[in-house]
Structures are given as C-alpha cells and as structure tokens.
C-alpha cells in the first residue's frame, strides 16, 4: 500500500484522539488534533500537526521509499505554570500510541523516528510541548 504525508497526518488525527491522555486539563479540554498552525488555542489544550513536503530515500530499499518530518506541538493554557508533568506524560503517551500504529497501519508507513520531545514558554506563560517525527513510506497516491 502506498500512501502521501497529508493521509499519514489525517491517519495521525485519528490515532492521537484517540488516545487515552492524561486527565482533562480543564472542564473545556476536548484534546482535538489540528492539521496546520495554531490559529487560535479552543480550550485548555491542543494539538497541532505540521509537517515538511517529503521526498524519496536515497538509500531506500525502493525507488518508492519517502520520508518527512512531521511535528507535533501540544498547546496549554497555563497561566498558573502547572502544566509540564502532564505536557510530559501527553508527549509520551502519543508517541508510544505512534510506535503502535506504526506497526499496524495498512497505509504503506514503515518506520518512526522521533526526536525527544522539547517543551517552552509562550505568550503569557502559557506551554507548548514539540515533538518532530521523521516517517519513512512508501509513496504513492
């Protein structure tokens, strides 16, 4: 099976809703997935899905072989600073849930290579948690 990076991001989507994260951060916390920027931040948390344009494997097992880089940055309002422990069990929780669904998906996705994940400050003291994810595929629509 043969797949693009936007149907590996919209598989993504599905995976990390519907993952069992830690607790609601607030009464409005839903933890819904976004593909694109952080346009304006619905509830106490959000995740965000970017990702590079991918390109073939040079050393590849097939002329078929792609990879990209696809980032995931978790959003929390946080204007009391209490968020980072659950900003770190979110990130791992995800990416053990991206090491399973790598090895079950039907969609051509092969390997997962992820950085550690690296969280900040925004705004007013509010916390972003990213994580880059390098995904070998095969490509094809």
């Known amino acids: 099976m043969a797949t693009t990076t ?6 993504w989507v599905t995976e990390i809703e519907a993952l069992a994260v830690s607790g609601p951060a607030s009464p ?22 970017a990702a590079t344009g991918g390109r073939r494997v040079n050393a590849g097992r097939t002329c078929a072989d ?8 978790v959003y929390y309002v946080d204007p009391q600073g209490r968020s ?14 991206l090491y399973n669904w790598i090895g ?6 092969s390997k997962l290579e992820p950085d550690l994940a690296v969280a900040s400050l925004i705004d007013d003291g509010d916390l972003v948690i990213t994580r880059q994810v ?3 595929f095969e490509y094809g629509s």
Do not use: Y
């Open 6 to 11: 936007r149907e590996i991001m919209n598989a």
């Open 84 to 97: 980072l422990a659950r900003a770190i069990d979110d990130s791992e929780t995800i990416v053990d849930g």
């Open 104 to 109: 079950t998906n039907s969609i051509g996705a």
């Open 134 to 136: 390098r995904v070998i």
């Open 66 to 73: 792609w990879e990209t880089v696809i980032t995931i940055d």
């Open 28 to 49: 409005d916390d839903k933890f819904r997935v976004l593909i694109g920027q952080r346009a304006a931040l619905r509830g106490s948390r959000a995740v965000v899905l």
